[in-house]
């Protein structure tokens, strides 16, 4: 099974209105962490949220937070207002805890803002 | 602050050789990976370490080998290199703290095999 499921290949969200980016997540660890990443067509990978498995609140950074369902496996990315600089892939990553680091990443969304 | 430098950026290879991508990081982190990423496609790890002498196989390791001999380097070997290695590589590192688990990467070292 996916570790890590994108189920949107591709989305298109008009200038200043707020976009879901869809992450389903899969593991049997207690303890694990959740990540988005940008990545823009220049190809560098930029750190957006975290958010911990024992957190009780969603976590927020600025324009971006993500929609914690525990139970029902899902860590959603939410950007407001969004920007024509928000245009790139997103990659939601999970890491499983326990005594080893193994990280996954789905196979992303790709953002465009359109004007 | 340098954060994490990849050397090289760009490498051709033909089938079989071997060579080494560099990955330095000064931010004293003590968590270093090593992911691919193929052409449409999320990363996947291929080895990690947790600190100087102390690594661990990703999801990918076949044909792939690492070390760690200090806490700034962890570079990446490829032996009897295949088509099927063609990928952006990245190297991260974290501080590994808790609360603290963002990933700093490097900006990818373009590789093909032919």
């Known amino acids: 099974a996916q570790k890590i499921t994108q189920t949107q290949p591709g989305m298109f969200v008009q200038e200043k209105e707020a976009v879901t980016l869809d992450c389903t997540y899969d593991?049997?660890?207690?303890?694990?962490?959740l990540f988005w990443y940008k990545q823009p067509s220049s190809g560098e990978m930029i750190f957006l949220i975290y958010q911990g498995s024992y957190d009780q609140q969603n976590a927020t950074e600025g324009r971006y937070s993500l929609n914690f369902q525990k139970a029902r496996k899902s860590a959603n990315l939410v950007i407001s207002a969004s920007q024509l600089g928000d245009s790139a892939m997103y990659f939601c990553a999970m890491r499983e805890g326990g005594t080893g680091n193994q990280f996954y990443f789905g196979t992303g969304t790709s953002l465009t803002v359109i004007p | 602050n340098a954060g994490v430098t990849q050397t090289p950026k760009f490498r051709i290879l033909k089938i079989g050789q071997s060579m080494t991508l560099q990955c330095t990081q000064d931010?004293?982190?003590?968590?270093m990976y090593w992911y691919r990423q193929d052409p449409g496609m999320g990363l996947k790890l291929i080895y990690y370490s947790v600190g100087a002498g102390i690594t661990d196989k990703g999801e990918v390791p076949n044909g792939y080998n690492v070390s760690r001999s200090t806490t700034e380097d962890f570079p990446l070997r490829l032996e009897l290199a295949a088509p099927s290695q063609t990928s952006v590589y990245f190297c991260a590192s974290s501080s590994g703290l808790a609360a603290d688990y963002e990933q700093y990467f490097g900006p990818g070292t373009r590789l093909t095999v032919t």
């Open positions: 593991t049997s660890d207690p303890s694990y962490g």
């Open positions: 931010m004293n982190h003590n968590y």
